[in-house]
């Protein structure tokens, strides 16, 4: 590969990324007419960061908020249970790692990100949308429960909760 050809593949992915938030997926890639094979000597050069599996973010730039890896890698998610009561002021204690709730029949490998600590909870496919909002969470919409199915949600599963962060949300 020419040097020429090399730097205009590296403007064309810094495009896609910066365009998509910081974080692009493989197909935004091919997309654009660039290869796999392209994308894994991007990556071996060190100017392109594997995130997940066909998740990418420039190497050079500083981590992404969790909030937009959140939002990339798991949209169909919802802030539940601790982070919800958190994000509502329920709670004074940061949760180490993101709450979150998908249906039952949500694919269990999409869950795994090694950049990001969750806590998952599986929810009926009927339960699952009720309840459902948006939030602003530094910077980054994200669908949270609203603050009476948080409640509902401290009662149903109390015995996975904190005693004093179940007390104090009360």
């Keep these: 590969m020419k040097v020429g050809e090399q730097v205009g593949k590296k403007e064309t992915i810094k495009n896609i990324i910066n365009n998509n938030d910081g974080i692009a997926k493989t ?7 660039l290869t796999n094979y392209d994308v894994a000597n991007l990556c071996k050069e060190g100017y392109l960061e594997r995130i997940k599996h066909g998740y990418y973010q420039l ?26 009561l ?26 795994h990100i090694d950049s990001l600590a969750t806590k998952v909870y599986f929810v009926q ?11 602003d969470f530094n910077g980054v919409q994200l669908a ?8 509902c949600d401290c009662f149903k599963y109390r015995t996975k909760l904190d005693n004093e962060m179940f007390n104090k949300a009360l």
Excluded: H, M, N
């Design 27 to 33: 197909a935004d890639f091919i997309a654009e007419g």
């Design 144 to 151: 949270v429960y609203d603050r009476e199915r948080t409640i």
């Design 59 to 84: 190497a050079e730039q500083e981590d992404i908020k969790e909030e937009q890896v959140l939002a990339t890698l798991l949209p169909e998610s919802i802030i539940c249970v601790e982070s919800a």
């Design 86 to 111: 958190f994000y509502y002021g329920y709670s004074d204690f940061s949760p180490r790692q993101w709450s979150i709730a998908v249906p039952r029949t949500f694919s269990r490998t999409r869950l």
């Design 125 to 135: 496919s009927t339960l699952f949308e009720i309840g459902k909002t948006s939030g």
